[in-house]
T-cell receptor, first 113, second 116 residues
Framework: GAVVSQHPSWVICKSGTSVKIECRSLDFQATTMFWYRQFPKQSLMLMATSNEGSKATYEQGVEKDKFLINHASLTLSTLTVTSAHPEDSSFYIC?????????FGPGTRLTVT | AQSVTQLGSHVSVSEGALVLLRCNYSSSVPPYLFWYVQYPNQGLQLLLKYTSAATLVKGINGFEAEFKKSETSFHLTKPSAHMSDAAEYFCAVSDPVTGGGNKLTFGTGTQLKVEL
């Protein structure tokens, strides 16, 4: 069964509003989780590494003030897209880390109108 | 820095035919290598992984891949394609020093189409 869940699976919001996406590790306490972004028919791009109890580590070019990540517990990481714009529309996928691999959530489709 | 190259963004095979999806990597150290499959509007599912054990790795759904250090390749194969194999396939690499569960670098993906 699934080991990582995401909520919501899809969301539509108006430009200028903020949207929060939750990522839960269902079977394991995860000190590290990852957030990816995927544009249509493209590969996954790592946005940031979420660390429980400390600040997230963002990849080069990712606006940390726009994509707020909170890893408040060992089973939950959240990504908040602040002041969303149509160009933020994308498929957002989280994963949790284990020793040898990552387990991915089902993804969240964000559409900003 | 590590990188992954997937040759062929689209591959089309007939049902029952051999599937071959190509992946070449660049890494200064022997890496961990992965193949993931993604169905439309879904997350990624691990097909198989190489973590420095046997070079021929068998995965789910009849897929396998062979790590060839001399060719820096990790091609994915399946002897007989099924309609349900139609999906997007991603090759990925990670640094074994930091752990296979850490930063993954993905290839650009290969869309597999299976025709009757």
């Amino acid at each position: 069964g699934a080991v990582v869940s995401q909520h919501p699976s899809w969301v539509i919001c108006k430009s200028g509003t903020s949207v929060k996406i939750e990522c839960r590790s269902l079977d394991f306490q995860a000190t590290t989780m990852f957030w990816y972004r995927q544009f249509p028919k493209q590969s996954l791009m790592l946005m940031a590494t979420s660390n429980e109890g400390s600040k997230a580590t963002y990849e080069q070019g990712v606006e940390k003030d726009k994509f707020l990540i909170n890893h408040a517990s060992l089973t939950l990481s959240t990504l908040t897209v602040t002041s969303a714009h149509p160009e933020d529309s994308s498929f957002y996928i989280c994963s949790r880390s284990s020793l040898y691999e990552q387990y991915f959530g089902p993804g969240t489709r964000l559409t900003v109108t | 820095a590590q990188s992954v190259t997937q040759l062929g963004s689209h591959v089309s095979v007939s049902e029952g035919a051999l599937v071959l999806l190509r992946c070449n990597y660049s890494s200064s150290v022997p890496p961990y290598l992965f193949w993931y499959v993604q169905y439309p509007n879904q997350g990624l599912q691990l097909l198989l992984k190489y973590t420095s054990a046997a070079t021929l790795v068998k995965g789910i759904n009849g897929f396998e891949a062979e790590f060839k250090k001399s060719e820096t390749s990790f091609h994915l194969t399946k002897p007989s394609a099924h309609m349900s194999d139609a999906a997007e396939y991603f090759c990925a690499v990670s640094d074994p020093v930091t752990g296979g569960g850490n930063k993954l670098t993905f290839g650009t993906g290969t869309q597999l189409k299976v025709e009757l």
